[in-house]
């Protein structure tokens, strides 16, 4: 070890991320806020968390399925309708749901207040899904399902609307 070293001015460890609670890349969708804590760049791209606001009657994505990233949701308050194949789910405040690799889904909030949930993507990929949904609304096109399923293609997920 080197005198410099040794004497050096202390640096924080550089795994270390924190992110405030008015920090975050913003991505808005329509009706849903998102707050992107972790892109995946702190985390060797093995994890990112998002926190997303739904306004209420917010339709969620097209149901589909993912071929290569786990998805997981933590609902922080409201209530978050799950649809999972043909069976619904009427997620509330403290209740996870981890959708693995390969199982339909797709999410809305039905009711009359915003709901927020924490988000986990494993890997990191699929945030730069919702950027690229963010500049298809930025470049005046509106986000139809198809548009929605053409940019999901992009990231190893497929439309499951047959179950629909």
Known sequence: MTEETKTGPAQAHPSVSVVGPHDGETIVLGTTRMR???????TGHRLAIAESVLAPHTQGPPQHRHARHDEGFYII????RF???DEDH??????????????????????????????????????????DLQDVLAS?????????????????TESATDLA
């Open 36 to 42: 992107v804590l972790e892109d995946g760049s702190h």
């Open 77 to 80: 308050s409201g209530t978050v």
């Open 83 to 85: 649809t999972v194949g």
């Open 90 to 131: 009427d997620a509330t405040a403290g209740t996870f749901v981890m959708v693995p690799p390969g199982s339909p889904h797709t999410f809305a909030n039905l009711t009359d207040q915003p709901a927020v949930m924490l988000s986990t993507f494993t890997p990191d990929f699929y945030v730069q899904y919702f950027r």
């Open 140 to 156: 005046g096109r509106p986000l139809t399902p198809q548009a929605n399923i053409d940019t999901m293609s992009r990231y190893a």
